[in-house]
Structures are given as structure tokens and as C-alpha cells.
């Protein structure tokens, strides 16, 4: 069974900064799949935000995000990293790491095969 933990979420101001991690772990090898995170409002769909390829050479981003946050992966450590900055009230939401089936970089909600619980991240105006 593979599981996802994320962490690093929390409160903070507009314009401010966050790391989110997500540490994989199970009976499976890291490197052969990609990752990704994605976000989601109450009631809203689950939105993709950044996925990288199994080497971490490839990256993919939201409009909304890029310039602003940089997703990357350590395979020695199983983890993978997003770090946000410049923060807007419009990034609040519940961030959720993601597996994809496929070790390609994808934006598709239906490529990935294991989610974690999510961290709220909360940012003030």
C-alpha cells in the first residue's frame, strides 16, 4: 500500500511563504512514478497546481502559480517539495499531494492513482 503525508501548511499573510511537503512511502519504488499537487475549495473541484517527472528534471504548472511556486522531489528521501511565494488569499485552500500512474509529468486529475489527506493552507489579505 503506498501512502502520502503531506505537511507544512498553515496560516500566513499575503505575500508571505510556505513549504509543503509529501513523504511517499509503501512497497513501491519512488522513482518510477511521477508527482504531483493539486488544491481544493469546499465544494469546488480538486485543481492541478505542479507535478514532476520521476527524475525531477520536468515540471508542470498551473497558470496561476507559475513564476510563484517551484515543485521538486528528493528520490534519496522520498519526498517531494512545494515551495509558494508571494502568497495571495486566492491560493488558500487544502493542498493534496498526489501519485501519478505514469512516471511523465502530468496535469491530469484522473492520471493519478494515490492521494494524501491534504494541508490547509490559509493566507490573509
Known amino acids: 500500500q503506498v501512502q502520502l503525508v503531506e505537511s507544512g501548511g498553515g496560516l500566513v499573510q499575503a505575500g508571505g511563504s510556505l513549504r509543503l511537503s509529501c513523504a511517499a512511502s509503501?512497497?513501491?519504488?519512488?522513482?518510477?512514478?511521477?508527482m504531483a499537487w493539486f488544491r481544493q475549495l469546499p465544494g469546488k473541484e480538486r485543481d492541478f497546481v505542479a507535478s514532476?517527472?520521476?527524475?525531477?528534471?520536468?515540471?508542470a504548472y498551473a497558470d496561476s502559480v507559475k513564476g510563484r511556486f517551484t515543485i521538486s522531489r528528493d528520490n534519496a528521501k522520498n519526498t517531494v517539495d512545494l515551495q509558494m511565494n508571494s502568497l495571495t488569499p486566492e491560493d488558500t485552500a487544502v493542498y493534496y499531494c498526489?501519485?501519478?500512474?505514469?512516471?511523465?509529468?502530468?496535469?491530469?486529475?484522473?492520471?493519478?492513482?494515490?492521494w494524501g489527506k491534504g494541508t490547509l493552507v490559509t493566507v490573509s489579505s
Open positions: 514532476i517527472n520521476w527524475s525531477g528534471r520536468r515540471t
Open positions: 498526489a501519485r501519478a500512474k505514469s512516471s511523465g509529468a502530468t496535469t491530469d486529475f484522473y492520471a493519478m492513482d494515490y
Open positions: 509503501g512497497r513501491y519504488t519512488f522513482t518510477n512514478n511521477a
